[in-house]
């Protein structure tokens, strides 16, 4: 395609948003089937949803416009997703790995969020409010993807991914025989305190 007019430049953009949603609803199964945590699975489920409805949502734009949807591949998410299913991969303890999959999927919703608001800016350009208003809804949409992932992150599965390496730690001192009695900083040992905490214990939902 020659990029000679305006237009021409926000029909790309356009295809590329959608060939990239379109990925987006085959590659997050995936990241569901492999996440642990039942409170990222939850999130990752119901941002499949909203992707779904953003699909339809383009598809409405197009058919507006009178142009077909697709003849576009994204490669710029086509790579985002080909690294983040290497993590799905990857042998390793399964709170570090829903750790990797947020990383995965936060690098997902920043590709978008930049994609939405030079469409909407496009759109606006252009004087198509309806249009400008649905990528509205579509980047934030994206952006409160991206902050719930934040929220999981901080308050449980970064903590519990951590908390994998001073478990190792543990047990590697123990293993010694060096490490009867011996406190970490900023951790306490209590009676019947095996070092590997179940998840059940966690800040789990």
């Given at each position: 395609m020659h990029m000679d007019s305006f237009d021409k430049l926000y029909m790309d953009q356009l295809k590329?948003?959608?060939s990239a949603e379109k990925q987006l609803t085959k590659a997050l199964p995936k990241m569901v089937k492999s996440a642990t945590s039942p409170e990222l699975r939850t999130a990752l489920e119901e941002h499949l949803a909203v992707t779904r409805r953003q699909v339809e949502r383009l598809e409405g734009i197009f058919q507006d416009m009178g142009k077909p949807?697709?003849?576009?591949t994204c490669k710029g998410m086509a790579g985002i997703i080909e690294e983040g299913q290497e993590i799905l991969h990857e042998d390793g303890d399964p709170e570090v790995i829903d750790?990797?999959?947020?990383?995965?999927?936060?690098?997902?919703?920043?590709?978008?969020i930049a994609a939405y608001g030079t469409l909407r800016a496009f759109a606006e350009t252009k004087g198509d409010t309806k249009?400008?208003?649905i990528l509205e809804e579509i980047l934030n949409e994206e952006k409160e993807a991206d902050e719930r992932l934040t929220?999981?992150?901080?308050?449980?599965?970064?903590?519990?991914a951590r908390d994998v390496d001073e478990d190792e730690w543990d047990e590697d001192v123990e293993s010694k025989g060096e490490g009867?009695?011996?406190v970490q900083p900023g951790r306490g040992?209590?009676?019947g305190d095996t070092g590997r905490r179940d998840k059940a214990d966690g800040p789990w939902t």
């Open positions: 590329d948003a959608y949807a697709s003849g576009k750790a990797a999959i947020i990383a995965a999927a936060q690098r997902v919703e920043h590709y978008e249009a400008a208003r929220r999981i992150a901080e308050s449980s599965v970064n903590v519990d009867q009695g011996r040992i209590s009676a």
